[in-house]
């Protein structure tokens, strides 16, 4: 396994974690971080809607898509007067007002984007997955080395939840005994394609759909669960397996609409077991994590604990695991691990990056953990497109 120096000095706080370190950000702004959004489209108008709601923390001031009607369409969101905006990002890095900048394009993209914003002197907020190969992930990791005036975090948002870091301390203090499997999936049932209204503009618009753009469902979805796995036992798998197809949608599109991870993670006795498909909706995000004392059951804000019957015999109550002030046992015999929903995470990932660059803090998501995700998609990616076992190389220097 990869030196990980980084996760050196992490301490058990109240409600979750926090990771200390020795990057350092520029120094306190005075009021909100000018912020500006490098793509427009669905995620990055999302996340547009949310910054309006942060006022105190973040300021927008420029946008910019090669779209221009997604320009146009994000204009009308402003609040406070039109927005600079650029149909060519490197003409924003030449805006001196702007000192963060969001990157909300595709994947192929991220790279070469998130490059040129390091060099520029700015924070990123760097979408999820964070490099569309393992070469890129490990020259970005390079690239952000003596860079001590610069917060980089990864849009895996849910490591900023409550709810995830209470699991991450439950795994932790061993409340779930030994875990060998984890079982995840995120299906919906539809062709995920967006209206293109030029053919032209297929596509750049559905680019999720074709290898040279995207990295299909795994990257888009299921990364986040690959992700929080690597978070919450300080790991990466070591073997891909993966099958899949074109099984529904016949539409000309690259990418999968049907597929199946298995991955491998041998130092724990873990096998991670990771499903997507777009042909039925029933279970849409599932997410459990199975360990010789009990159970966890996973949706986007909120869990239930399921204890296996030893661990009733041997304990008589799980209070201190779930933190509740009284066990409620549904009809499955779970009880709540968080006593009510929580918000959507990225609230909670933008509150955390504005302290991060406050306080001068490694996100819990930044360049190094990134790097340790997209390069398990792409191993992931590489198993399922090739047909093939692929395998962690251990020379990856990721710290």
């Not at 709601?53 to 009607?69: E, H, N, Y």
């Not at 990123?124 to 020259?139: D, F, G, V």
């Not at 709810?163 to 995840?184: P, S």
């Not at 660059?357 to 998609?377: C, H, M, W, Y």
Request: proline letters at 4%.
């Amino acid at each position: 396994m990869e030196r990980r120096t980084f996760l050196k000095n992490t301490s058990l706080l109240t409600g979750g974690l926090f990771i200390a370190n020795n990057l350092s950000a520029l120094p306190p702004a005075a009021g909100p971080v000018k912020i500006a959004v490098v793509g427009c489209g669905d995620r990055g108008t999302g996340i547009i809607h949310l910054l309006n709601q942060m006022p105190d923390l973040f300021r927008v001031t420029a946008i910019c898509d090669v779209l221009s009607f997604r320009l146009t369409a994000a204009q009308k969101l402003s609040k406070t007067g039109a927005w600079k905006a650029y149909d060519d990002y490197r003409k924003l890095l030449d805006d001196k007002e702007v000192e963060a900048v969001i990157v909300a394009v595709p994947l192929n993209m991220h790279y070469p984007i998130a490059t040129d914003v390091i060099k520029s002197g700015r924070h990123l907020y760097l979408e999820k997955t964070m490099t569309y190969n393992i070469e890129q992930a490990l020259k970005l990791v390079s690239l952000m080395h003596g860079r001590s005036n610069q917060v980089l975090q990864v849009g895996h948002q849910y490591r900023y939840s409550p709810l995830y870091y209470r699991v991450k301390e439950m795994i932790n203090k061993g409340y779930l005994g030994k875990v060998t499997q984890v079982d995840c999936r995120w299906d919906r049932n539809g062709n995920w394609r967006r209206s293109v209204p030029d053919a032209a503009l297929e596509r750049a618009i559905n680019w999720r759909m074709y290898k040279e753009y995207s990295g299909g469902l795994a990257a888009e979805l299921l990364s986040h669960q690959i992700d929080f796995i690597n978070w919450a036992f300080d790991t990466h798998p070591q073997e891909f397996f993966a099958t899949g197809g074109i099984d529904v949608f016949k539409d000309g599109r690259e990418t999968y609409d049907n597929v199946q991870l298995m991955l491998h993670y041998p130092d724990l006795g873990l096998i991670g077991n990771f499903g997507a498909m777009c042909g039925n909706a029933h279970d849409g995000y599932l997410f459990k994590i199975k360990g010789t004392l009990g159970m966890v059951s996973l949706l986007t804000d909120q869990g239930m604990f399921y204890p296996e019957k030893k661990l009733l015999s041997e304990k008589g109550t799980v209070d201190g695991v779930t933190g509740a002030t009284r066990i409620v046992w549904n009809k499955e015999g779970g009880t709540p691990i968080l006593p009510e929903p929580t918000k959507d995470g990225t609230w909670y990932a933008f509150n955390d990056f504005y302290k991060k660059i406050q306080n001068k803090e490694l996100p819990d998501s930044n360049v190094f953990t990134g790097a340790r995700t997209a390069i398990s998609v792409h191993l992931a990616n590489e198993a399922l497109y090739n047909k093939k076992i692929s395998n962690w190389d251990n020379s990856y220097k990721l710290d």
